[in-house]
């Protein structure tokens, strides 16, 4: 099984996305990210990673055309309010929306609960998927 998350930057929601898929299903999934205008991981992704021992810090932010489309299976985009990337292929289709942690203001303190917040939901639907998955079910749509 091969899984794509993609959003705009690639610098928060598909990074972590990518992040928290690698720890809830291991070896089992083959999974990457990849935004269409990459600029970079943002630090405070690495760093709410980094709280649940994920390491990400020496992740890059990476193009659509930078993926091995080859065999994916699904195609997740977590975009909410910005247009999310297109890929045109035979891989299933799934809509996360999620609000972008990158664009909040503040202390850093503020931008820290921004981005627990987002990878926390994005956590909690990756469990939804892995339940679906290991009950059989084999990735039906939450």
């Known amino acids: ?8 930057a690639n610098s928060a929601r598909s990074q972590m996305a990518e992040a928290l898929a690698r720890k809830a299903f291991g ?6 990210s990849a935004g269409s205008r990459p600029s970079f991981v943002h630090p405070v992704a690495i760093e709410v ?15 659509v055309d ?10 997740i985009t ?5 247009v999310c990337p297109l890929h045109i292929g035979s891989a299933k289709k799934l809509h996360w929306p999620f609000p ?10 503020e931008k820290l609960t921004s981005f627990r917040t987002v990878r926390d939901q994005i ?4 469990e ?5 998955w290991r009950s059989g079910s084999r990735f039906r749509a939450p």
């Open 1 to 8: 099984m091969k899984v794509v998350f993609l959003c705009v």
């Open 27 to 32: 070896l089992e999934v083959e999974v990457a």
């Open 49 to 63: 990673l980094a709280e649940l021992d994920i390491d990400h810090s020496k992740a890059t932010s990476k193009g």
């Open 66 to 75: 930078d993926v091995d489309w080859n065999g994916v299976d699904f195609v």
């Open 78 to 82: 977590l975009c909410e309010d910005e």
């Open 100 to 109: 972008d942690p990158a664009g909040s203001l503040g202390t850093h303190t």
């Open 123 to 126: 956590a909690a639907r990756l």
């Open 128 to 132: 939804e998927w892995l339940i679906l």
